[in-house]
């Protein structure tokens, strides 16, 4: 009885402990609950993809770590985004809401895109995007109270109908509260990316990408992976990132994410997607499984067509 009751008292130190880290995480992590979700909702970190499919749609992901614990931390997400004048100009809105131990940060951001037409085959979307971020502010010993802070952010989409590049920094903005520095937290990342379409068959559409990601302070990371259609009705996909964690840790923060999604008429997409990662690196010593399970449902009110990217 007293190891069991010992071994049930260390647990929930344990679990105490890692919510209280995750506190910590919550002041560092910002919006990087949307910037991972650029492979279903490029916006989220390139504000010049508003407007690129043209038609209005609505995206909403809801994320879960592990399921095994209770009360683990949550986070849902929207997106939605559409053209106005002919498709010259997008238009679109992102909210987060992440919910990580006692601490809730919350993010409203819009974005605004101008299309500009290079060639027949050639457009160039270039955007900014504003708005704010509801987060605990650290002055690196302890955490504050939620404070809004600024978000300002540029990007720029190249397309045509089987090939895009992308280049963006979503956050350009530092921030300081009197004492407390908020830049050394506030994460800035730099976007690079490429990807595209290629059909294998008429059944069978192949739809690789690859992400370059630099900000201060981490390593280079790198994303590569390719998402396979069938018939337009059921997708598959895996993809894979290397690097990304701070130049002054040696922890491994690579992981693989499996994703999976079923087009249920013209209007409707569903999708699951699995990531192996850590929440963070101050997780690394939990032994019990790890990943993030996300659900996702997109809404396209009068889609013209199949929704590659």
Same mark, same amino acid.
């Given at each position: 009885?007293?190891?069991? &009751?010992?071994?049930?008292?260390?647990?929930?130190?344990? /679990?105490?402990?890692? =919510?209280?880290?995750?506190?910590? #995480?919550?002041?560092?992590?910002?919006?990087?609950?949307?910037?991972?979700?650029?492979? $279903?909702?490029?916006?989220?970190?390139?504000?010049?993809?508003?407007?690129?499919?043209?038609?209005?749609?609505?995206?909403?992901?809801?994320?879960?770590?592990?399921?095994?614990?209770?009360?683990?931390?949550?986070?849902?997400? !929207?997106?939605? *985004? #559409?053209?106005?004048?002919?498709?010259?100009?997008?238009? +679109?809105?992102?909210?987060? &809401? *992440? $919910?990580?131990?006692?601490?809730?940060?919350?993010?409203?951001? +819009?974005? !605004?895109?101008?299309? =500009?037409? /290079?060639?027949?085959?050639?457009?160039?979307? =270039?955007?900014? $995007?504003?708005?704010?971020?509801?987060?605990?502010?650290?002055?690196?010993?302890?955490?504050?109270?939620?404070?809004?802070?600024?978000?300002? #952010?540029?990007?720029?989409?190249?397309?045509?109908?089987?090939?895009?590049? +992308?280049?963006?920094?979503?956050?350009?903005?530092? $921030?300081?509260?009197?004492?407390?520095?908020?830049?050394?937290?506030?994460?800035?990342p730099l976007y690079i990316t490429a990807g595209g379409s290629?059909?294998?068959?008429?059944?069978?559409?192949?739809?690789?990408?690859?992400?370059?990601?630099?900000?201060?302070? @981490?390593k280079l990371r790198v994303d590569f992976g390719s998402r !396979?259609?069938?018939?337009?009705?059921?997708? =598959?996909?895996?993809?894979?990132?290397? #690097?990304?964690?701070?130049?002054?840790?040696?922890?491994?923060? *690579?992981? /693989?994410?499996?994703t999976a999604e079923a087009q249920l008429g013209r209007n409707?997409?569903?999708?699951?997607?699995?990531?192996?990662?850590?929440?963070?690196?101050?997780?690394?010593?939990?032994?019990?499984?790890?990943?993030? @399970?996300?659900?996702?449902?997109?809404?396209?009110? &009068?889609?013209? +067509?199949?929704?590659?990217?």
């Open positions: 009885m007293f190891l069991k &009751n010992t071994h049930h008292y260390s647990k929930r130190i344990f /679990l105490s402990g890692v =919510l209280l880290a995750a506190s910590f #995480g919550a002041a560092k992590a910002q919006r990087e609950v949307l910037y991972e979700q650029y492979v $279903q909702n490029p916006m989220s970190i390139n504000p010049g993809f508003t407007g690129v499919r043209e038609d209005f749609n609505m995206t909403a992901i809801f994320r879960r770590k592990w399921f095994n614990i209770p009360n683990s931390p949550t986070s849902q997400t !929207f997106a939605a *985004d #559409g053209t106005i004048a002919d498709g010259k100009f997008g238009i +679109g809105f992102q909210a987060l &809401n *992440d $919910q990580t131990s006692y601490f809730t940060t919350t993010g409203f951001v +819009g974005s !605004f895109a101008f299309h =500009l037409g /290079l060639s027949d085959t050639w457009k160039l979307g =270039l955007g900014a $995007q504003g708005g704010i971020n509801v987060l605990p502010v650290s002055d690196g010993i302890s955490i504050g109270n939620n404070r809004a802070l600024g978000s300002f #952010g540029l990007g720029a989409w190249l397309r045509s109908e089987k090939l895009y590049f +992308g280049v963006s920094k979503p956050e350009v903005l530092s $921030q300081k509260f009197g004492d407390q520095v908020v830049g050394s937290f506030y994460r800035r290629h059909d294998l068959s008429e059944d069978v559409m192949m739809l690789p990408h690859v992400l370059f990601v630099q900000e201060k302070d @981490h !396979f259609w069938f018939r337009e009705k059921v997708g =598959l996909g895996a993809s894979y990132r290397v #690097g990304g964690g701070y130049n002054s840790f040696s922890a491994k923060v *690579d992981y /693989l994410q499996l409707v997409r569903l999708g699951y997607f699995y990531s192996t990662r850590q929440v963070e690196q101050i997780y690394a010593s939990y032994s019990g499984p790890k990943g993030i @399970h996300e659900l996702m449902l997109k809404f396209i009110p &009068n889609p013209k +067509g199949f929704q590659k990217f």
